[in-house]
T-cell receptor, first 119, second 113 residues
Framework: GAVVSQHPSRVICKSGTSVKIECRSL??????MFWYRQFPKQSLMLMAT?????????EQGVEKDKFLINHASLTLSTLTVTSAHPEDSSFYIC???????????????FGDGTRLSIL | SQQGEEDPQALSIQEGENATMNCSYK?????LQWYRQNSGRGLVHLIL?????REKHSGRLRVTLDTSKKSSSLLITASRAADTASYFC?????????????FGKGITLSVRP
């Protein structure tokens, strides 16, 4: 159980293109979803937290107009990198958590990540 | 900012040996979690230990938590080549309405067949 599907797994595109990444919880309801960025051989840096039906909360230093997050349903969140540039190239990972009923101490379940390469 | 700091940064052991990884953190936590990441993949949740727990087991995994020292350890017993991966500790803390994870830099574990 607790499977998170992230798509696509790899994207290569030209500078200036906008790229959308999808994150789906397949067998549970994800009241909260998270988007992370990971550079090679480094830790995961939280970009933003999204709750179903409300605006995402962005971490300090993350441009919300650059990284658009939508969490329209309990099973789907999307991250759109707008007008991507080479410095946006990275490994993006989503995770999902079921916090229904105010349950605390729940683990996050991660997708397999998206390798984004901007030429 | 980095919350969890793992130690050592890299560990190489022989198959069958035990692997011990440590994590230290700085602030109060709700719980501490350990994750595994294979190269180029997402993270797999291994075990969660709550702030009021001291030890937890799951199969070949044993996690301890010492909140007075703000430290945790992950022990993998009877290691296998398939355990080769990066291991991260992550601390769960409340920030307003949500709780979020802050990850350490990770430990690279190599298990030699």
């Amino acid at each position: 159980g607790a499977v998170v599907s992230q798509h696509p797994s790899r994207v290569i595109c030209k500078s200036g293109t906008s790229v959308k990444i999808e994150c789906r919880s397949l067998d549970f309801q994800a009241t909260t979803m998270f988007w992370y960025r990971q550079f090679p051989k480094q830790s995961l840096m939280l970009m933003a937290t999204s709750n179903e039906g409300s605006k995402a909360t962005y971490e300090q230093g993350v441009e919300k107009d650059k990284f658009l997050i939508n969490h329209a349903s309990l099973t789907l969140s999307t991250l759109t990198v707008t007008s991507a540039h080479p410095e946006d190239s990275s490994f993006y990972i989503c995770s999902a958590r079921d916090d229904r009923g105010g349950r605390a101490n729940q683990p996050q379940h991660f997708g397999d990540g998206t390798r984004l390469s901007i030429l | 900012s980095q919350q969890g700091e793992e130690d050592p940064q890299a560990l190489s052991i022989q198959e069958g040996e035990n692997a011990t990884m440590n994590c230290s953190y700085k602030t109060s936590i709700n719980n501490l979690q350990w994750y595994r990441q294979n190269s180029g993949r997402g993270l797999v949740h291994l075990i969660l230990i709550r702030s009021n727990e001291r030890e937890k087991h799951s199969g070949r995994l044993r996690v301890t938590l010492d909140t007075s020292k703000k430290s945790s350890s992950l022990l993998i017993t009877a290691s296998r080549a398939a355990d080769t991966a990066s291991y991260f500790c992550a601390t769960d803390t409340y920030t307003g309405a949500n709780s979020k994870l802050t990850f350490g830099k990770g430990i690279t574990l190599s298990v030699r067949p």
